[in-house]
């Protein structure tokens, strides 16, 4: 079992930055890939971004590309995703992501966070 727990959402102006983090409980940490995935109002959780177990690998989806960074600190059991140059349309609930199988989208998610809202205004 993991417990997931997101912080550092709040409301920012568009063009600024914000960095959430992802607090796991337990000591498999290591052994999950990890993935950052948001809500928007009216719209289906969508995948934004995932990590495998070591940090070597990434992806993330389009709109986010060269804007955000996903990254992970084992030793802290925590996933980070640094977001610049946020833009309104990126206003959603945040949620981070557990899974075994890479990558992490949706439907191999295995434990979800409880989310934290990001809103960016214009």
């Known amino acids: 079992q993991v417990q997931l727990v997101e912080s550092g959402g709040g409301l920012v102006q568009a063009g600024g930055s914000l960095r959430l983090s992802c607090a796991a409980s337990g000591r498999t940490f290591s052994s999950y890939h990890m993935g950052w995935f948001r809500r928007a109002p009216g719209k289906e959780r969508d995948f934004v971004a995932t990590i495998t177990r070591s940090g070597d690998m990434t992806r993330y989806t389009d709109s986010v590309k060269g804007r955000f960074t996903i990254s992970r600190d084992n030793a802290k059991n925590t996933v980070y995703l640094q977001m610049n140059s946020l833009k309104p349309e990126d206003t959603a609930v945040y949620y981070c992501?557990?899974?075994?199988?890479?990558?992490?989208?949706?439907?191999?998610?295995?434990?979800w966070g409880q989310g934290t809202q990001v809103t960016v205004s214009s």
């Open positions: 992501a557990a899974g075994s199988n890479w990558p992490v989208t949706r439907s191999r998610v295995q434990y």
